[in-house]
């Protein structure tokens, strides 16, 4: 059911995510290939390619990337994109993140950005991404992340339940949105699937309130309570999304997380 929701949702925004500035020109884009610093002779695989920008980031460096996504407007945009950039050696493929139609030991590193908060089973997405990889591969994953915590009693509890809250902000916008983890969250889920942690790093994601809702294209009703969700926020969420407002304009921050896995 939540493929059939990613498609519905996805399909008809494909062209406003190709052309998207946080997801075509994120600083993170860089930021990921300096991370896992890819070599000539790697192949590498896109989880949940999207338009195509982490793919494209990738192929004038290593010997060939696969784009996977289950949405097929998506993969018909980042072909045209792919094209229009003279990227040959990329190869697209409908299959979902949790299901991916390759061998054992097939690349050196698999990347996934800005797309896992889609994904139902994310064990078993980073169940799949360890069979695929070669021994001593990497996966590289970024996304938005939640206030979260491993600990108990009252703080961790607050902060468990400003995730929570985050959350359902987000499934109004976006019915296709499952769960955005918080980065113990998914620490604990890499060391699960058999990865060593490398790396980690969080940031905030500044965002146009308007933007962000016209991107998914929000009714005006959604959009309204969307606005009142974001300026009537309990205190712990007023302070992980920081909303300002000036005249119309309204602005805040989502965190994205990059975690490095090693597979030994």
């Not at 059911?1 to 519905?8: A, P």
């Not at 052309?19 to 896109?46: I, K, M, Y």
């Not at 139902?120 to 069979?131: I, M, P, Q």
């Not at 009714?219 to 009142?228: C, G, I, K, V």
Request: aromatic share 6%.
């Amino acid at each position: 059911m939540t493929h059939r929701k990613v498609q519905t949702q996805f399909g008809p925004n494909a062209a406003a995510y190709g052309s998207s500035q946080v997801h075509a020109q994120g600083a993170d884009l860089a930021r990921l290939v300096e991370l896992t610093q890819p070599q000539p002779d790697w192949r590498v695989l896109d989880v949940a390619t999207g338009a195509g920008h982490t793919a494209f980031a990738f192929a004038p460096i290593v010997r060939e990337v696969t784009a996977v996504d289950i949405t097929t407007p998506m993969l018909t945009t980042a072909r045209e994109l792919a094209g229009q950039r003279g990227l040959s050696h990329i190869r697209f493929i409908q299959a979902p993140a949790e299901q991916l139609p390759f061998a054992h030991n097939s690349f050196d590193l698999v990347v996934c950005r800005l797309a896992a908060h889609h994904f139902e089973e994310n064990g078993r997405f980073l169940s799949e991404a360890a069979r695929v990889l070669k021994p001593g591969g990497q996966l590289a994953l970024l996304d938005n992340i939640v206030p979260g915590s491993r600990r108990r009693g009252k703080k961790a509890d607050l902060q468990r339940r400003a995730g929570a809250y985050i959350n359902a902000l987000e499934r109004l916008r976006d019915p296709s949105h499952v769960r955005c983890l918080s980065l113990d969250e998914w620490v604990d889920a890499f060391i699960t699937a058999g990865f060593t942690i490398s790396h980690q790093e969080s940031s905030p994601m500044p965002l146009d309130f308007t933007d962000w809702t016209a991107r998914m294209q929000v009714p005006p009703a959604n959009r309204q309570r969307l606005r009142a969700m974001l300026l009537q926020a309990p205190e712990p969420v007023l302070t992980f999304l920081t909303p300002t407002v000036s005249g119309d304009k309204i602005e805040f921050c989502l965190h994205k997380a990059i975690i490095i896995g090693n597979l030994s």
